[in-house]
T-cell receptor, first 117, second 112 residues
């Protein structure tokens, strides 16, 4: 069974377009995240949601808007795509609100490779 | 500024050999430190989680150490296998805000 799933796996689009990436977790976790991994494989947190409430927003341009319809889903919508948005985007989830407690294992999705032309 | 530095950047070893990866951090306040393995084209997978009071934690052939005084951690891989070829990422979680700071990873290649 897939714990954290993302769609699509690959996304190729033109500059200026609007696109969405979907994420779902079936672990019953309360907290979900979006991360961006650049071409040099450097991971950086973008957002964190707990029970549909935004708890971390790491200076991401407001072209990026996360949406959490329920605690099992955290979708990422990106407006006016730019070349620099090309990266792999990972969704992740963790069990407790703290998200950093030592007992909390974080589970990552398989990633969505976004290419902006 | 919170930072996590990993070394070496890349490493090539022969199958069956041991290796040690290093992680130095300046994150404060400290909550816990995590090591992840990321296979090519996949999401990171958690290997170990260590708190301030833990010096060593093992997960199969992977053993992580933590020296909270010197702010250093290491990941030791014993009897390497071809499937150990991956990127190994050190992550330090800040206390309070629980914001993770990622290292850039060590790329390990295990040759037969």
């Amino acid at each position: 069974d897939t714990a954290v799933s993302q769609t699509p796996k690959y996304l190729v689009t033109q500059m200026g377009n609007d696109k969405s990436i979907k994420c779902e977790q079936n672990l019953g976790h309360d907290t979900m995240y979006w991360y961006k991994q650049d071409s040099k494989k450097f991971l950086k947190i973008m957002f964190s949601y707990n029970n549909k409430e935004l708890i971390i927003n790491e200076t991401v341009p407001n072209r990026f808007s996360p949406k959490s319809p329920d605690k099992a889903h955290l979708n990422l919508h990106i407006n006016s795509l730019e070349l620099g948005d090309s990266a792999v985007y990972f969704c992740a989830s963790i069990g407790q609100r703290s998200s950093g407690g030592a007992g909390d294992t974080q589970y990552f999705g398989p990633g969505t490779r976004l290419t902006v032309l | 500024k919170n930072q996590v530095e990993q070394s070496p950047q890349s490493l090539i070893i022969l199958e069956g050999k041991n290796c040690t990866l290093q992680c130095n951090y300046t994150v404060s306040p400290f909550s816990n430190l995590r090591w992840y393995k990321q296979d090519t084209g996949r999401g990171p997978v958690s290997l170990t989680i260590m708190t301030f009071s833990e010096n060593t934690k093992s997960n199969g052939r992977y053993t992580a150490t933590l020296d909270a005084d010197t702010k250093q951690s290491s990941l030791h891989i014993t009897a390497s296998q071809l499937s150990d070829s991956a990127s190994y990422i050190c992550v330090v979680i800040s206390g309070g805000s629980y914001i993770p700071t990622f290292g850039r990873g060590t790329s390990l290649i295990v040759h037969p």
